[in-house]
Nanobody, 124 residues
Framework: QVQLVESGGGLVQAGGSLRLSCAAS????????MAWFRQAPGKEREFVAA????????YYSDSVKGRFTISRDNAKNTVYLQMNSLKPEDTAVYYC?????????????????WGQGTQVTVSS
């Protein structure tokens, strides 16, 4: 049973930084694709960033490219999302997602496993 547990969300002022963590368990994730999505109130869940566990290739949405960095720690089975230069429009619940297909895709339907989410609020 795959389990994904997010942490690190909180309240931050515009221009500030946060680092989200996603602790993964229940499988060997070496062939998985991992991703972060976010969902703001009244909006669809949208792709933020993805990483291939094997090789560490990354892929970002245009809205966060240059500000956010996705990474993974093999020893800790943890994926991170470092978020810098935060904007009020980054306010959302952030979800970690995983799928055994390694090729990175930016679509919600392409991920079988999801965490419970962590709230990020950016004040202006």
């Amino acid at each position: 049973q795959v389990q994904l547990v997010e942490s690190g969300g909180g309240l931050v002022q515009a221009g500030g930084s946060l680092r989200l963590s996603c602790a993964a368990s229940g499988r060997t994730f070496s062939n998985y694709r991992m991703a972060w999505f976010r969902q703001a109130p009244g909006k669809e869940r949208e792709f933020v960033a993805a990483i291939r566990w094997s090789g560490g290739n990354t892929y970002y949405s245009d809205s966060v490219k240059g500000r956010f960095t996705i990474s993974r720690d093999n020893a800790k089975n943890t994926v991170y999302l470092q978020m810098n230069s935060l904007k009020p429009e980054d306010t959302a619940v952030y979800y970690c997602a995983a799928d055994p297909q390694g090729y990175m895709i930016p679509y919600r339907a392409g991920y079988d496993y999801w965490g419970q989410g962590t709230q990020v609020t950016v004040s202006s």
